[in-house]
């Protein structure tokens, strides 16, 4: 997105966070919850449940209420309250973004493989390897899976009902925080790909991007992992080692 979008998007959201606080200032009550909120957010190592800020708010407080408030008040600060997940947590402001840059080694790029595999997953979850090598149209290698493994990005879910039971995968939460999505349902549809200039145009008929669904439960035609260890699971999915791109 160019950096005049960018400024566009962030003045216009800037305006309904000031609109916010204008119209309606929290109370006592609601400042007191909006305190414990922030402090439980910023003392916690990982993005935080609203669950789990509901054990230690008041009986009765307004949680929605208090977030939104919080997070309209940090909305023009250097860092902002964003949810991932349906979790919360602070991020630093995207505008400021160049000023914490620091030269490092480059980390080790996914393969083309790897990245289309992961797409893959993130659109088709839950996906087992032989649905992922169908739409790929190539083998899938024991070593592109362990990378994604190895990131958190992606997870065992559980097996598929059918013969053989194959190991379903899907995303996890990390993948949501490294990619900036709140939900999974976030990722570009057709539209949006198309108008990045992803797609020339020239689609089969009927062509199209399913939409995305990560739900933690398993489906109806999923089953538990069971007590095969993950890792004799994994290897029993996957065929031996092949070359890929």
């Not at 005049?4 to 216009?12: E, G, M, P, T, V």
């Not at 305006?15 to 305190?35: H, K």
């Not at 307004?62 to 979790?87: C, N, P």
Request: aromatic fraction near 6%.
């Amino acid at each position: 997105m160019a950096k005049k979008q960018q400024k566009a998007l962030f003045d216009l959201a800037a305006q309904d966070a000031v609109d916010l606080l204008a119209r309606a200032r929290p109370d006592e009550a609601m400042r007191e919850n909006m305190r414990i909120c922030e402090a439980l957010i910023f003392a916690s190592t990982e993005p935080l449940s609203e669950e789990e800020m509901v054990k230690r708010l008041p009986d009765g407080a307004d949680l929605s209420a208090a977030l939104a408030y919080l997070k309209a008040d940090y909305f023009t600060r250097g860092v902002h309250l964003v949810r991932v997940a349906k979790k919360w947590m602070f991020r630093t402001a995207p505008d400021l973004a160049w000023v914490l840059q620091r030269e490092k080694k480059d980390a080790k790029k996914l393969s083309r493989a790897a990245l289309e595999t992961l797409a893959i997953v993130a659109y088709h979850q839950p996906a087992t390897r032989a649905e992922i090598e169908d739409i790929r149209g190539v083998a899938l290698s024991k070593g592109t899976m362990d990378v994604l493994l190895e990131t958190g990005w992606v997870r065992l879910r559980g097996r598929r009902r059918a013969p053989g039971r194959p190991v379903t995968y899907g995303t996890t939460e990390s993948f949501l925080a490294q990619f900036g999505l709140e939900q999974i349902s976030d990722l570009p549809g057709l539209d949006e790909l198309k108008g990045a200039g992803l797609f020339d145009g020239r689609l089969p008929k009927g062509f199209g991007v399913p939409q995305p669904r990560d739900d933690a439960d398993l489906t109806e035609d999923e089953e538990p992992l069971g007590d095969q260890p993950l890792e004799q699971s994994f290897a029993a999915d996957l065929p031996e080692e092949t070359s890929e791109e």
